[in-house]
């Protein structure tokens, strides 16, 4: 790790905390929040999630003022050199449910790859973190995914949104059934995706999802063993795309399941 990198994972770790901590207050008085749809019903917004997002802006704006920030509720874009993604509160609804499934999630791309990766889960207490070749840990232990887990008798979480094609993720949950797995879903991508590198999940998929859900999480998966399906980061970044992330022996399987369900 090149002390560029070395620096901005020691800030983005410091960070989740902060911003977990700040998030954290908000959950327990989460009946007093403003909350405003989005996109339709299931993409909402509330002053939590845009005073998280504020407070790390500010800080990475002090400490690293030629980084660029791409945030889920302020936008930006990527830039040359180091970009910030991130995620204030993944998984809002489940946060406003009263649910323990949501968290803080901030990535570190250099323009060619993703360098850095904190994920945060206050209420379970959990801090997920990788380094683009210094491996994966879950509360500064290493993680490593079981090479030999396939899909049969193990749970898969598929994400789905209002971006998605509701009939093919229903295709998708039925030749994941058929094939002898089990489909989850918490309400955050990010954090699914990080339960992947820890073994808890076989594998993750989700028609579409945006930088700031997925960046993180499949460097994760990657540096505990696991399979990443190829992307392309500046789509990435611009737009979303697919993800697929899996252990060795369930991702040849999952891929297999997602096409069965094509149109």
């Known amino acids: 790790m090149t002390d560029a990198i070395h620096a901005r994972h020691a800030l983005a770790l410091t960070l989740a905390q902060e911003a977990g901590a700040l998030a954290l207050a908000h959950f327990t008085h989460r009946d007093a929040l403003e909350v405003e749809t989005k996109a339709n019903p299931q993409d909402v917004v509330s002053r939590a999630d845009r005073e998280v ?46 649910l323990p499934h949501w968290c803080v999630a901030i990535a570190v791309t250099d323009g060619r790859a993703t360098v850095s990766a904190v994920t945060h889960a206050p209420v379970m207490a959990e801090t997920y973190d990788a380094v683009l070749g210094g491996g994966a840990r879950l509360n500064g232990v290493a993680l490593h ?24 993720i229903g295709a998708v949950i039925a030749a994941l059934l058929q094939a002898g797995g089990m489909f989850y879903r918490n309400g955050s991508g990010a954090l699914m995706l990080a339960q992947v590198a820890a073994g808890r999940l076989a594998g993750y998929y989700e028609p579409h999802m945006n930088a700031w859900d997925c960046l993180g999480g499949m460097l994760m998966v990657a540096e505990a063993g696991g399979g990443v399906a190829p992307f392309d980061l500046a789509q990435m970044l611009s737009v979303g795309a697919p993800v697929l992330a899996a252990a060795p022996a369930a991702l040849g399987p ?10």
């Open 53 to 98: 997002e504020d407070m790390i802006r500010a800080r990475l704006a002090q400490a690293f003022p030629g980084d660029a920030i791409l945030g889920e509720e302020g936008g930006g874009a990527a830039g040359d050199g180091f970009t910030w993604v991130i995620d204030p509160i993944d998984g809002t609804m489940p946060f406003l449910s009263g």
């Open 145 to 168: 995914v079981d090479p030999a887990q396939g899909l049969a008798g193990r749970m898969t979480a598929i994400g789905g949104s209002h971006r998605a094609e509701l009939a093919h």
């Open 254 to 263: 999952l891929q297999q399941v997602v096409a069965q369900a094509q149109p």
